[in-house]
């Protein structure tokens, strides 16, 4: 779910004009999974640039207000959310968790840092969507600290249909400021990317696992 068609067009120009997301089809990157991508998305970029920061930080803010109401605690999904979502907690006045991938090997152990006590309700920040299984694997830890998961929000969104069906089958809600629809016809109508390298943009996100440029 896109919180607006305004906001969506808005970020995926701000993420564009400061090389947040990379499009390189002639060139594709090689992703942690093994996939072949003609995009990157690296969107803790957007934590060096005060202006972009803040409007992401209160479409955030509205939008969780919005959507789910004020919750107890805001979490932020490690690394790449603890950054946004500390400016979104401090918008808000709320405490601050961020979420581990995985529980730490000394100390404590934890995987929830922070104070976070059971039945607290949360919202939880990312800043990128791709299968949506990390993220969902945060969701989990919190609630398995007895947190009250109201549900997601992130900057961008790949929209594979793999991460839809995830989301559905964790019953988590998911909104985000933009995606790849967006990006694309943006991307065209600003001259980032040719038409022909629209297609192939296409195709890739059609089938992302499978795809090659060649």
Known sequence: MIFTTETAEKTAE??????????NPKN??????GWKSPIYCDNRLTLSFPA???YIR???????EKTYGKPDVIAGVATGAIGMGIL???????????????PKKHGRQNQVEGFLQKGQTVVVVEDLISTGNSSLLA???LKEAGAIVKGMVAIFTYGFDVATDNFTKAN?????LSNYHNLLNLAVAKNYISET??????????????????
């Not at 979104?88 to 995985?102: C, I, Q, T």
């Not at 390298?197 to 060649?214: F, V, Y």
Request: cysteine-free.
């Open 14 to 23: 701000l993420l564009l004009q400061i090389n947040a997301i990379k499009l």
């Open 28 to 33: 594709p990157f090689t992703w942690a999974s």
């Open 52 to 54: 972009i920061r803040n």
């Open 58 to 64: 209160d479409e955030f803010v509205k939008n969780i």
């Open 88 to 102: 979104v907690a401090e918008s808000m006045g709320l405490p601050f968790v961020y979420v581990r991938p995985e």
């Open 139 to 141: 969701v989990e830890a």
């Open 172 to 176: 988590v809600t998911l909104n985000t």
């Open 197 to 214: 390298e629209q297609k192939l943009l296409q195709d890739w996100s059609a089938s992302p696992s499978t795809w090659n440029i060649d």
